[in-house]
């Protein structure tokens, strides 16, 4: 998930947080699980969640795109005797493991698990000093080849919306002219370069890095646009009265989910400039109230589910649209991916 930018010792700051799985209650009412039913868990992470809904009698589908959380999770699969299986993957493409009628029910947990931050030689945590990593699968760019070789105002739209960091400018700017000299190499290298060039004020809840460590790990992941594309493929994958349940810890995560499913909704579209209006069949319809925030409780005994949000809708009965990633408004970073060649 993404990084809580509240206060304490939270993941955004590196710190060690047991696994718990958030809103899990709020998850399994929203997603009904029971015997004959089959449910994708797009991020297997700790196996939280699938657990949950293995011991409420549906069958689960299991996705993760790191190798360690696949290699973690065989001894659950093992124990559960053909009702889980388990896939390394990414969550974008899963609907091409749902079965041929459908499938009941999917929930994603995005973004970067507790397990990760943990281990230092991954680079996400800048706590735990380590190499500037960042990569959940272990292949592709990497955060030092972002840091040490984009553009400058590449590096500014990076930090600026993705980590929505108000001195990206500044902070950009230092990184180019430190790298000339020597390229950054480990988390606590450029988490100490950033505290230098924008100092932590006595009102701060988190460390000057937090946003700038944030955005870099969504970047090399492309955690959005991950997210964008398993939205669509979920819409082709669940069956009609399927459940689609997302919980999300980011502003930017949870804009991206709302805006498809108001797009999903069936109202109607059309210019304020032009009188035509295009009236449209849904293909997905709200759960309860459409929004559920974790209760104070939890999120004392959980500072990971201070910045969950929860959206579930169902899906309908109608064929499902073209996807159209116009409608998340995302930014075009595609020349900054080709880094890698």
Same mark, same amino acid.
């Given at each position: 998930m993404m990084t809580d930018l509240g206060g304490g010792?939270?993941?955004?700051e590196g710190g060690p947080v047991r696994h718990i799985p958030v809103l899990l209650k709020e998850?399994?009412?929203?997603?009904?699980?029971?015997?004959?039913?089959?449910?994708?868990?797009?991020?297997?992470?700790?196996?939280?969640?699938? =657990?949950?809904?293995?011991?409420?009698?549906a069958d689960v589908i299991a996705l993760d795109r790191d190798p360690t959380a696949i290699a973690a999770g065989q001894a659950m699969v093992a124990a559960h005797g053909g009702h889980l299986t388990l896939n390394h993957t990414q969550f974008s493409v899963l609907d091409r493991f749902?079965?041929?009628?459908? !499938?009941?029910?999917?929930?994603? @947990?995005?973004?970067?698990?507790?397990?990760?931050? @943990?281990?230092?030689? +991954?680079?996400?945590?800048?706590?735990?000093?380590?190499? !500037?990593?960042?990569?959940?699968?272990?292949?592709?760019?990497?955060?030092? *080849?972002?840091?040490?070789?984009?553009?400058?105002? &590449?590096?500014?739209?990076?930090?600026?919306?993705?980590g929505e960091e108000k001195q990206a400018g500044r902070i950009a700017r230092a990184i180019e002219k430190r790298r000339a000299t020597h390229p950054f190499e480990t988390t606590r290298d450029l988490a100490g370069m950033i505290e230098i060039v924008t100092p932590r004020k006595a009102k701060d809840k988190i460390h000057p890095?937090?946003?700038?460590?944030?955005?870099?790990?969504?970047?090399?992941?492309?955690?959005?646009?991950? !997210?964008?594309?398993?939205?669509f493929a979920a819409e082709q994958a669940l069956k009609p009265g399927g459940r689609l349940v997302v919980v999300t810890?980011?502003?930017?995560? *949870?804009?991206?989910?709302?805006?498809?499913?108001?797009?999903?909704?069936?109202?109607?579209?059309? =210019? +304020?400039?032009?009188p035509m209006v295009v009236e449209r069949l849904a293909t997905f319809e709200p759960v309860g109230k459409g929004l559920?925030?974790?209760?104070?409780?939890?999120?004392?005994?959980?500072?990971?589910?201070? =910045?969950?949000?929860?959206?579930?809708?169902?899906?309908?009965?109608?064929?499902?649209?073209?996807? &159209?990633? =116009?409608i998340f408004d995302l930014p075009d970073l595609a020349e900054i991916e080709r880094l890698g060649g």
């Open positions: 010792n939270t993941e955004a998850v399994l009412d929203a997603l009904e699980p029971q015997a004959g039913k089959v449910i994708l868990d797009g991020t297997f992470g700790a196996g939280g969640y699938t =657990s949950a809904i293995l011991s409420a009698g749902a079965p041929e009628d459908g !499938l009941d029910g999917i929930v994603l @947990d995005i973004g970067v698990s507790s397990m990760q931050i @943990d281990e230092a030689e +991954r680079g996400f945590s800048f706590q735990k000093n380590g190499p !500037l990593d960042m990569r959940m699968s272990g292949a592709g760019v990497s955060a030092a *080849d972002v840091v040490n070789r984009a553009k400058v105002s &590449d590096l500014i739209r990076i930090f600026g919306f993705l890095a937090t946003r700038v460590f944030q955005a870099l790990r969504v970047f090399v992941n492309d955690e959005l646009g991950e !997210l964008a594309q398993a939205l810890f980011h502003s930017l995560e *949870d804009r991206i989910v709302k805006k498809f499913f108001s797009d999903r909704s069936g109202k109607a579209t059309g =210019s +304020r400039h032009l559920l925030a974790a209760t104070e409780e939890e999120a004392e005994i959980n500072p990971r589910a201070r =910045s969950a949000k929860l959206r579930a809708a169902i899906r309908t009965v109608h064929p499902a649209m073209k996807a &159209d990633f =116009s």
